[in-house]
């Protein structure tokens, strides 16, 4: 069902929703009619709210949960909540303090990364979740070191002193000197550079036939290259913190969806992967329950900022993660002053 425009709605039926909405985000629990006739603001009987309400639960904004039940927004009402009523102003004065007292003194970017990610789960009541800059390594070293007739191990050294290995499929019957010339090409030609730097010279100098190794070789430096770039690419550093948040009273009714979401959080790949395409906005990005596959089965909602290096490029994400039921309104602009904050400190 297409979730139809805020401006289609009657003034009635928008503020009938966003007291539901605003009624559903503070308690976790659907709402009757009676509840909002209470309601001073509102000044409409019951049975005119009823009605209101089965108008948008036929427009798929609101479900009933049992017949006799209240209504909840669905996750088609939370959308139109987020992107069309929802009124987000800035952090509290406490809210911003206590951020930037997680920074300060933090020492090595992981620690900054992990105290503010804790600070804002602490905040949120969420688990707090952060990618960490991706890490250029320059090359120093490679070595290509035979295995069988059909593998070799690939040896890398950064300037950093750290030590990889990893195992690649090589031709039959290639000779040993091969192996030796690989690795002597990288080391010489290609030392000081980062692997998509290295990668892109490689591919310059085939397509121009001016590398100085023969094909066999030069084939061996092409797969080498790329089996460490995907290799780095495909390993974002996740940062999880706070998932004793998730526990709370609210859960208690329903621990099948939260143990869901736990063990979402344990695949950490899928999770870095969801965050990674926030890197591509500029401004803080929601993602509400089923709208993303990962979260058909738990219902969970992200909201995640990018967060950007010295040179101004987006180096990371940091945001949280939680039930669809979030405060949007004080969590979004949160997420988003963590990551300016981060910003402002890596730089």
């Not at 904004?61 to 800035?90: C, I, N, Y």
């Not at 967060?307 to 940091?318: A, C, E, P, T």
Request: net charge negative; hydrophobic share 45%.
């Amino acid at each position: 069902m297409t979730t139809p425009p805020i401006t289609e709605l009657t003034t009635r039926a928008r503020d009938v929703f966003r007291l539901v909405v605003d009624a559903y985000l503070d308690t976790g629990q659907p709402v009757g009619s009676r509840t909002l006739s209470k309601l001073a603001a509102l000044n409409l009987s019951p049975a005119s709210i009823r009605n209101v309400m089965q108008d948008l639960e036929e427009l798929g904004l609101l479900a009933s949960p049992h017949t006799s039940a209240g209504r909840l927004p669905t996750e088609q009402g939370l959308r139109l909540f987020v992107d069309g009523m929802m009124q987000v102003a800035e952090p509290s004065a406490e809210d911003r303090a206590q951020i930037e007292a997680s920074l300060v003194d933090a020492g090595p970017i992981e620690s900054a990364l992990a105290q503010a990610t804790a600070a804002l789960s602490g905040l949120s009541a969420c688990a707090g979740l952060v990618l960490v800059p991706k890490h250029e390594r320059l090359l120093k070293q490679v070595a290509f070191v035979p295995m069988s007739a059909n593998q070799a191990l690939v040896v890398l050294v950064a300037d950093d002193g750290t030590v990889e290995n990893r195992v690649i499929d090589i031709p039959p019957g290639l000779q040993p000197s091969a192996l030796v010339e690989a690795g002597n090409y990288i080391s010489a030609m290609l030392r000081g550079m980062t692997l998509a730097e290295a990668q892109t010279r490689v591919r310059r100098e085939i397509e121009a036939e001016r590398i100085a190794i023969d094909r066999a070789a030069a084939d061996l430096v092409s797969r080498g290259l790329a089996i460490w770039s995907s290799d780095g690419a495909d390993r974002p550093v996740l940062i999880v913190r706070g998932q004793a948040n998730l526990l709370d009273e609210a859960a208690v009714g329903d621990l099948d969806r939260v143990r869901q979401l736990l063990d979402e959080l344990e695949t950490k790949q899928d999770i870095a992967q969801l965050l990674e395409s926030a890197r591509e906005g500029s401004a803080t990005r929601i993602f509400i329950g089923s709208e993303n596959k990962l979260f058909s089965l738990s219902g969970s909602s992200v909201i995640a900022a990018p967060y950007r290096g010295s040179d101004g490029r987006v180096v990371g994400v940091v945001g949280v993660i939680g039930p669809t039921r979030l405060n949007y309104a004080r969590i979004v602009p949160m997420v988003d002053f963590t990551a300016q904050s981060l910003s402002r400190l890596i730089r």
